[in-house]
Structures are given as structure tokens and as C-alpha cells.
DNA sequence: GCTCAGTTGCACACCGGTGTGCAACGTACG
DNA sequence: CGTACGTTGCACACCGGTGTGCAACTGAGC
């Protein structure tokens, strides 16, 4: 089957995910397959973290594109989307983690645009006055953006509440007022 | 001389800190020693990551518990914490990064009594009312401690602006009104 | 039934890191 | 001066992961 390379990169996702240093045999057995397998759809292990980084990269960008696109204020773009995010968040996992180690230098590189506009509407809205001053923007939404991946590692990673935790934590560090977060967790609408 | 050890294990905690899967050789070098010195200290890797591992530890159990020794309240408290942590955040930086992989179960065990404490704050200041009550206190705590070292990581480290970024950013987080954090973060008194 | 692509199950060479053994060296201390 | 300890500079065996080669097997489509 041809979505033997599908599933491969699928499972490495999460694999890697949890165990960073997961060699092609630990890949290969979890997505029901032999190592040999493996090197007949990717060249290298270095190739396969490659595709995997640059597929994991497009889906965030992608959804970052679509709450952007919105017109609401800085605040409920960011909430809106936490939102969207949180439902792959694990996909992202592995991106967080293999940013330190051997990779790092080209998931920095990947990841920078997606970066570069999330500062983009942090700066917005630190102009629009939703957003605090106590950090840059690139720094802050840094930040912010590291939290929600911590809160993925807990418990609350499953269901509906992590999304929530996650969209006010981060809106907290954003400077925004408690009840203004919870009220942005919660409706969609202003 | 026998602070050869000591000069391995400092310099072990700043080489595994920046790139957690250092071999004997990188971290022997960066001592200015030969590999098979370190082996005359350390009977082997693992047993110089154990030792390391539970020296990083007690050292910031000591700064939490005299952070925690004054009668103030919680916020307070976790600004004092955070303030003393600050000048030797590089050395759990280890810790965090050698969280994932190998060691992690080991570390997580050395680590239990400080994050109970640190939960411990949180529910008493979230008992006070100065805490947010948007997470549970383990994870808050957790979420919040990470933050610090999500902050070490940026340009900020050096410099006492690393000290305030940290301490804000987690009030914050924590639920804490920005103006108070903002006052917290800047006098140690009330 | 034949073919062909994908898969399997070995085999192998290679590499880098680990941990050990041992002889030689230097030097601080008696 | 001599000795004793820490260090050095090899040597080596071992291990686990990588990547390749090749013959055999399977199964779906013609």
C-alpha cells in the first residue's frame, strides 16, 4: 500500500513526540511495519524528520493563517486560535521537542514565520492596548506560545478543558484581564 | 586536584543544559580534562547525571525553602522564590531539559518534593483569593514554574530584567492582577 | 497465470559513544 | 630523594543505531 508512507509519518509524529531520540526500528514496529520498510519511503532518518517537521509546520501555519484572517481584535484572534490549534496540538509536540537537539536549527527556521506573525498580532495588540508591555512581542508571544504546549503535557491534554486552560493561561500572560479570558475561552463571540 | 570533580560537575550542568545528549568526551574537553579523567570521578555517565541531577535539585530546595520560611502572603512568597531562583536558573535548565528522555522518571522523583511545595503555595494563595482558581494548583504551579524557564531561554537571561520578565510573567499567570505583579516583581515588600 | 510493486527477513559494513586496562608522566608532600 | 596520587594517552572490546544489498514472499491488477 502507498499509505504505508502516511501512516509511517503519522505514527512517527506521536513517537517522536513522546521519545525524541526514537530510533527507525521503534518507528518502524509502531506503525506495524520492519525498519527496512521504512528506508524504502524515506531515504534517511534525517529525511523523514524532515517531511514530518515540515508537514506538522504547514498545518499550524495554516490554521494561524485562518484566525487571522479575522477582524477582531488581537485578543480574540489569539483565543480563537488557541482554539483551533489545541485539537492538534500533539502534531506540534514534536516540533517543541525536537527544537532542542540535533534538528533545532532548521525547526527554528521552519517555524519562523509562524513565529513572525504571532508577534505580529501580539504588537497589535500591545498597540491596541489589550495586551500588556511588560516583554517585546516577539518575546512574549514566545512565551505565551510555550505555555499552551505545557499545558498539553498534563493531564488536561484530553477533552475540551485543556482548550480552555490553555486559551485563558495564555491570555494571561498576554496582559489580558482575568474575566476578559474566561469570557474569550468561552464564546467565540466578542 | 581533587576540585577536578567539582570542575566536572559544573561544567556537566552548563554543556547538558545547552545539549542534553553530550557525550563524555564533549563534557571532559569542556572541563579542559581528558575523557578518561572523568571516568576516574564518575564510574559512569549515568552516575554523573544522578549526581548532578540531585546537586541541581537540592540546591533550589534550599532557595524555595527560604523563600517559604517568611509569613507573607502567597504572591509574595512566589515573587521572593522566583527572585532568588533567578541566579541559578541555568543550573535546573538541566533538570528541565533532561525532563524528557533516559532520565526522566528519575528526575520526576527527585523533583516531587519541590512541586509539592510549590502546589502547596498555590493552594494557599488561591485559598486567599490571590490566586486564579482557572487550574487546579498542581498544574498551575507546574505551568507556571515552566513559564520561568521558557523565559531563561530568550535574550532576557542575563540581566536583572530576565528576574523581572519571570517573576511578572508567572504572577501573572498565576492569576495575579498585573499592577500587583508589576509591584511585587519590582519591591520585596507588601 | 503472470507481472510488478511493495514488503519482508536476513546479511553486512560502518560509525560513534561507552567503559576498561595499563604504562607513562608530573608533581606536591613526606 | 622517593613515593603516592591524579592525570594522561593510548589501546581495546562492546553495544546500539544507521544505511545498504539481495533474495524471497505476497497480493492486487492485467
Redesign the pocket.
Known amino acids: ?2 499509505d ?2 502516511e501512516r509511517i509519518l503519522d505514527v512517527a509524529l506521536d513517537v517522536l513526540g513522546q521519545h525524541p531520540d526514537a ?3 521503534e518507528i518502524a514496529s509502531a506503525a ?6 521504512v ?3 524515506f ?4 529525511e523523514l524528520v524532515r517531511t514530518l517537521a515540515q508537514r506538522a509546520v504547514s498545518e499550524v501555519a495554516a490554521v494561524l493563517t485562518e484566525a487571522n484572517a479575522s477582524d477582531e481584535g488581537a485578543d480574540a484572534v489569539w483565543a480563537d486560535f488557541i482554539a483551533r490549534l489545541w485539537p492538534l496540538v500533539h502534531r506540534h509536540r514534536v516540533l517543541v521537542v525536537l527544537r532542542r537537539g540535533e534538528y533545532g536549527e532548521e525547526i527554528h527556521a521552519l517555524l519562523a514565520p509562524v513565529d513572525r506573525t504571532l508577534a505580529s498580532i501580539v504588537e497589535r495588540g500591545q498597540g491596541d492596548g489589550v495586551f500588556g508591555r511588560h516583554l517585546p512581542a516577539d518575546i512574549l508571544s514566545q512565551v505565551a506560545w510555550a505555555a499552551v504546549f505545557t499545558i498539553a503535557d498534563t493531564d488536561l491534554a484530553a477533552g475540551t478543558a485543556g482548550a480552555r486552560a490553555a486559551t485563558i493561561t495564555s491570555l494571561l500572560i498576554l496582559g489580558v484581564p482575568e474575566a476578559r479570558a474566561k469570557a474569550l475561552a468561552d464564546g467565540p463571540g466578542t
Open positions: 500500500m502507498n504505508t508512507r530510533g527507525m526500528g506495524g511495519v520492519v525498519r527496512r520498510t528506508y524504502g519511503h531515504p534517511s532518518r534525517t
